[in-house]
């Protein structure tokens, strides 16, 4: 039998998902790993679903997604994102992921380099190796407030660099980039002559009053930047798979027309529920992010009487703790071993990049009692001794 192909062959497995199969099979786990938001969709869009399909919206969709969807995502990105967008630059795509798989397939040829955030979203290595592509990873440090350093960046830079991976709201560190920093972040890719993919899928999840969420796009004037956006964590709709992408030029057509073989089109079903999440109330996506800074607030303040350090989070669904005070590393053992003898599961920072280690994440996503045992569970293991 001749073999499989050899980039899926050396397709690394993500970490979280091995804790996940792990942790699934005790009951009783508290679970910190996933970024699976602990509410339901809001009803008002459930029932527009259903709605649509007793109306008969079941069959294909346009590639790049009902024009319908794609006039009301304009307006979303001119009054919550400050961005012109016609129809023909919004591509909707089954998932942030899809939307971000899209744009690295349209952009790279094996052999590119793309700059990648550690610790960053852990997806996009193995997405970028997969496409031929080699990750060249810049470091957010936490004693430069999980900014990027635009010296490193620049030492990053060879002849083959041909992207750049940027996400504010950032996962893991829940950093949210000022505005400056983003501004920079445009200027680099100029100099460079790079794409850049910005990762704005937590816009509307910034917890921290005086943190606000800048597009990277708003400074574009080349048309090297593509946003994605998505309805998975905003709207608590990570199931419905509905992520879209806003780029310039040709990128768009070639964005729907590489979407033909890949998955022909989004789910009409999902669009149309999409549809309802942006005309209906505001109130329950408000109430969702409202709890998720009490989350924050209890895990912060949690982490610290128990002897932690927490990075307190100013946008997405996660915390970073850093367990190094303790000698761990917060790999893939440490975590296995924490979910044996405390029954917590968390992600472990191997999996953000070597800039991931020495430090873990806890979700937001879950309820404020499994967020405080867990955090006091995880400091009574590190003080036992356990690494
Ligand atoms: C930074 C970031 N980008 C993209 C995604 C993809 O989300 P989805 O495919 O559900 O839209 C996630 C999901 O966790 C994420 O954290």
């Not at 990648?116 to 979203?121: H, M, Q």
């Amino acid at each position: 039998m001749p073999d499989v192909a050899r980039l899926v062959r050396e397709y690394r497995r993500s970490a979280i998902r091995v804790l996940f199969d792990e942790a699934s099979r005790t009951e009783g786990t508290l679970r910190l790993e996933v970024g699976e938001p602990s509410f339901v969709t809001p009803q008002h869009i459930i029932e527009q679903a259903f709605q649509a399909a007793r109306q008969g919206h079941t069959g294909y969709g346009p590639n790049g997604g009902l024009l319908s969807l794609r006039a009301l995502l304009s307006e979303k990105l001119s009054q919550v994102n400050g961005l012109t967008a016609g129809v023909d630059e919004i591509v909707v795509c089954p998932g942030g992921m899809n939307a971000l798989y899209n744009s690295f397939a349209v952009l790279i040829e094996p052999g590119d380099e793309v700059l990648l955030p550690t610790p960053g979203f852990p997806n996009m290595d193995e997405m970028v190796r997969l496409l031929g592509g080699v990750p060249r990873f810049f470091r957010l440090r936490p004693d430069n407030g999980f900014l990027p350093d635009f010296d490193e960046l620049g030492s990053l830079i060879s002849g083959k660099t041909k992207v750049m991976f940027s996400n504010s709201p950032s996962n893991p560190t829940g950093r949210v980039f000022p505005e400056a920093v983003v501004r920079a972040i445009v200027e680099f890719a100029d100099r460079h002559d790079l794409w850049l993919i910005s990762d704005e899928v937590y816009d509307q999840l910034v917890l921290d009053p005086s943190a606000v969420h800048v597009p990277a796009a708003r400074f574009d004037t080349a048309g090297r930047v593509i946003s994605i956006f998505s309805f998975s964590k905003v709207y608590a709709m990570t199931g419905w798979r509905v992520g879209y992408a806003v780029a310039r030029g040709d990128i768009p057509q070639l964005m729907r027309s590489t979407q033909e073989p890949q998955v022909s089109c989004p789910s009409t079903i999902s669009q149309k529920a999409a549809e309802a999440a942006l005309t209906g109330p505001r109130q329950p996506i408000e109430a969702m992010r409202e709890a998720y800074v009490e989350r924050a607030t209890l895990a912060v303040k949690t982490a610290e009487a128990a002897g932690l350090r927490a990075y307190e989070p100013q946008g997405t669904i996660y915390m970073l703790l850093d367990v190094s005070d303790y000698g761990s590393d917060g790999g893939l053992d440490f975590a296995l071993e924490l979910l044996r003898a405390q029954q917590v599961s968390i992600a472990p920072g191997s999996v953000f990049g070597p800039g991931g280690a020495g430090t873990v994440r806890v979700s937001l996503a879950a309820s404020e009692a499994t967020i405080e045992n867990g955090i006091k569970r995880i400091a009574v293991h590190l003080q036992q001794g356990r690494r």
